[in-house]
């Protein structure tokens, strides 16, 4: 099974470039995050043109948003609130052979890194807390479980272009990094890019719009992850980070990670 996961930033924008990457990469599944439409605008259709007829969306206008599109049928479908705010964050399914899939999309945090001066950043730091509250208390580590997604952290010191000058940034910070190492001891997750890529060789999924040279002078970050609990870490065969898609026409910011399992 082929699994990917992408923060296409609108999806009825990136159309085209689902086509192309499905071309390429033929993934089983699909975890959307920021699809940035209402679930009665979603495009249907074009997904399953392209084989996807099983699909959950868990969409709003213009912002947020995720979505599951998978060529094998599933059950199961959860739909978790998280901080009291149901602005479309998390979608979970489960799939063929009991696998647990959870496509989440975590909050961006603002600009400023001080969660009194922040209330954005204080919404992140809750949200990732209670993602791991949530994982420790479902006893998530005992399952098989696949958590993907936009996570909106950079954790590690390689996960990023120049750590020194970041540390300070949202998205790098010390205690974001510490919100996703606890993610990740509550559901004693495998950080599999990580297993493919080890420290210190960089690595990468998102590269900003603001600098328009930052994908040609690889400033990037790692935003986008995929977290394996014990049970199916040992079935994990393979990972691609997809970098190609940045150079497209028009890209979204982040590119699509792909997880293969036997």
């Given amino acids: 099974m082929r699994i990917a996961t992408w923060n296409v930033n609108s999806v009825r924008q990136r159309m085209g470039h689902l086509q192309r990457f499905v ?15 209402a679930d009665a605008l979603f495009p249907k259709e074009a997904l399953i043109a392209l084989g996807y007829s099983h699909l959950e969306i868990h969409g709003q206008k213009s912002y947020n948003g995720v979505a ?31 696998l647990e899939l959870h496509n989440f999309y975590v909050p961006s945090g603002g600009p400023d890194p001080d969660r009194e001066k922040n209330p954005k950043f204080a919404h992140k730091l809750d949200f990732l807390a209670e993602m791991a509250a949530w994982a420790a208390a479902g006893k998530l580590a005992g399952r098989q479980a696949l958590l993907v ?10 996960d ?24 990740r001891a509550a559901g004693r997750f495998e950080d ?30 790692r ?19 997809f970098r190609d898609t940045r150079s497209w026409e028009k890209p979204s910011d982040h590119v699509p990670v792909i997880v293969d399992l036997a």
């Fill in 23 to 37: 071309a390429e990469r033929s993934p089983d599944v699909i975890c959307l995050q920021e699809t940035k439409v």
């Fill in 68 to 98: 599951i599109a998978s060529r094998l049928p599933f059950g199961q479908v959860e739909r978790k609130v998280f901080c009291g705010l149901d602005d479309r964050r998390h979608l979970s399914v489960l799939l063929p052979g009991g």
């Fill in 149 to 158: 997604g936009d996570l909106n952290v950079a954790p590690l010191e390689n």
């Fill in 160 to 183: 990023v272009w120049n750590h020194k000058r970041l540390i300070k940034s949202v998205g790098h910070t010390p205690a974001e990094s510490a919100a996703m190492a606890k993610l």
């Fill in 192 to 221: 599999i890019p990580r297993r493919y890529t080890p420290e210190p060789a960089p690595l990468y999924s998102w590269w900003g719009y603001r600098y328009p040279q930052s994908y040609r002078k690889d400033y990037g970050w």
């Fill in 223 to 241: 935003l986008d992850h995929a977290l394996a609990t014990p049970p199916l870490a040992g079935q994990v065969t393979a990972l691609e980070t």
